[in-house]
């Protein structure tokens, strides 16, 4: 090769490079606005694969409407929707107030005749929702003590006082009800603590942050953490876990920046037909060594997303997550392509994922046996299918296609470990939408003060969160535990802590959602 073919052979690769880095910086391009602008919903558009679509709905994100339709009925030539059996089965927990409507005792005549009117029926007219707002009292606990006036005058007095119940925290205006109530409104409502304050005041007393913010910490150190360890004990024994963490900033942690993120990691149980367990961990970083002191001793599937952290963990069998592997290819169509078009090699790796979920849909309501088996029949040929063809398929490096396809590559090991057994899932979402509500009230409360602050609220999102996952009343099984816990000797006999537990018959009878 002479010096002028060298040269033509160099200019055409600086060419080929130069390409490659504009169709990379146009698809980054394209992606951001996607981002910005889009919408973020990862939905096949139902008139995007014509005559497929029945085989490719997500069911990750599909809805599924359980609720009743309203009832319709014809009226003078058209449809009117009867809301009313809806209304009946909205307010039927509900307690009523009749509001008598009667017509004055001296007009309980005929008009014509003056004879005295009958009763001769009562109609119900209309109902309304009344709201009755919160009301503030204070509860002074007073004891009666009582002596023997025979032993007053001797040596040895004889006085007895009344037992009081255990204060939640000595001198202070903290109860069991407001703490809750408290609790409630940060972690469920996402209402964060200086919002609260007006809340308060317009109940007449004025509840600074300040105090609130200690009564979190102070009711989770000593009541929950305690309730929480023992749950931890319980989904240890377990052998289906979902794992997820998402960044959260503290700003007075030693040894960081405030700017520094921090991360709350999220461990709860898996389909296995038990209680559901949720909890929550503050950690000040990502390391997966975090992980692996969580869930010493743990032995079973853990199921997660691509992060490598997990891999640290030892004696357990990871389990992909093909929600995120799908989100990779989606994340590469583009933005806006002609209609004829033939299909990218996003939109056929996404087609692949959408097959799966379609036949995850297809097998729910079977036993763990029913559906390992299905699995083995339906999907299989499917997972072969895409491992063959992500092959051959030859990305530009770089791209968020070859995003996807190296994803896709690396996580191989274990996307295909959900078909090991049939309580497994073939994606994380579990673990993601229970971590949905500490990044909900995130966004709202923006930050942790303290370590200590971020510790305390992992422990009430831990209770909150398993609360919900076993049908309670969140505030009422907070103001439950407030309750008892400080006259439980939990310290000498730990067992008293399983009468505390969400699915504990009492808890159950106590704090039901109606």
């Known amino acids: 090769m002479n010096e002028k073919d060298a040269y033509i052979m160099h200019l055409e690769n600086t060419i080929k490079d130069l390409q490659n880095q504009v169709s990379n910086l ?123 006036p025979k032993c007053k005058h001797s040596d040895k007095q004889y006085i007895v006082k009344a037992p009081v119940p255990t204060s939640l925290m000595n001198h202070s205006l903290a109860s069991p009800s407001s703490v809750a109530q408290v609790m409630y409104e940060k972690y469920v409502n996402s209402v964060p603590l200086y919002r609260q304050e007006k809340d308060w005041e317009q ?54 920046k405030p700017q520094t993120k921090s991360y709350m990691w999220l461990y709860r149980t898996g389909n296995d037909d038990q209680e559901p367990i949720i909890l929550y961990d503050y950690q000040p970083s990502r390391n ?74 297809s097998l729910k309501g079977l036993s763990a046996e029913d559906r390992y088996l299905q699995r083995q029949e339906l999907e299989k040929p499917v997972l072969e299918a895409f491992w063959c063809w992500l092959e051959k398929v030859q990305p530009l490096r770089g791209s968020a296609l070859g995003k996807a396809v190296t994803y896709a590559k690396n996580q191989k090991p274990y996307m295909e470990n959900y078909l090991l057994d049939g309580r497994l899932s073939i994606s994380n979402n579990a673990a993601e939408n229970a971590i949905r509500p500490f990044t909900v009230g995130r966004k709202n409360w923006l930050f942790a003060d303290t370590p200590k602050g971020a510790t305390a609220s992992a422990a009430v999102y831990s209770l909150v969160e398993t609360a919900k996952a076993n049908g309670l009343n969140v505030y009422t099984y907070l103001e439950y535990l407030l309750m008892y816990m400080p006259d439980t000797d939990w310290r000498n006999y730990p067992e008293y802590l399983d009468d505390l537990m969400p699915w504990a018959p009492a808890v159950q009878e106590e704090c039901k959602m109606l």
Request: proline letters at 5%.
């Open 26 to 148: 146009t698809e980054m391009i394209m992606l951001l606005r996607k981002d910005k602008f889009g919408s973020s919903s990862e939905k096949t558009p139902k008139d995007e694969i014509p005559g497929q679509l029945s085989l490719f709905n997500e069911a990750e994100v599909e809805a599924e409407d359980s609720s009743k339709e309203p009832i319709k009925k014809s009226v003078k030539g058209y449809l009117r929707t009867n809301l009313k059996t809806k209304r009946d089965e909205l307010i039927k927990d509900i307690p009523v107030r009749e509001v008598p409507c009667d017509i004055p005792d001296e007009n309980k005549v005929c008009g014509k005749c003056g004879t005295p009117l009958k009763p001769l029926g009562k109609e119900t007219v209309r109902e309304e929702l009344e709201y009755i707002p919160a009301q503030l009292r204070i509860v002074r606990y007073v004891r009666w003590t009582y002596e023997c």
């Open 203 to 256: 109940l007449g007393i004025s509840l600074s942050r300040a105090t609130m913010a200690n009564w979190i910490i102070r009711c989770s150190e000593d009541y929950l953490i305690p309730v929480i360890n023992r749950l931890r004990e319980l989904l240890l024994k377990r052998d289906i876990v979902h794992c997820d963490e998402t960044p959260v900033q503290v700003l007075k942690e030693d040894g960081k």
């Open 288 to 361: 997966g060594d975090h992980a692996v002191t969580f869930l010493k001793n743990f032995n079973g599937y853990v199921h997660s997303d691509g992060y490598q952290g997990y891999n640290k963990l030892t004696g357990i069998t990871r389990c992909g997550c093909w929600a995120h592997l799908r989100r990779k290819f989606v994340e590469a169509i583009p933005a806006k392509k002609a209609e004829d078009a033939p299909m990218t090699a996003a939109e056929i790796g996404r087609d692949y994922c959408n097959q799966l979920f379609e036949i995850e849909k």
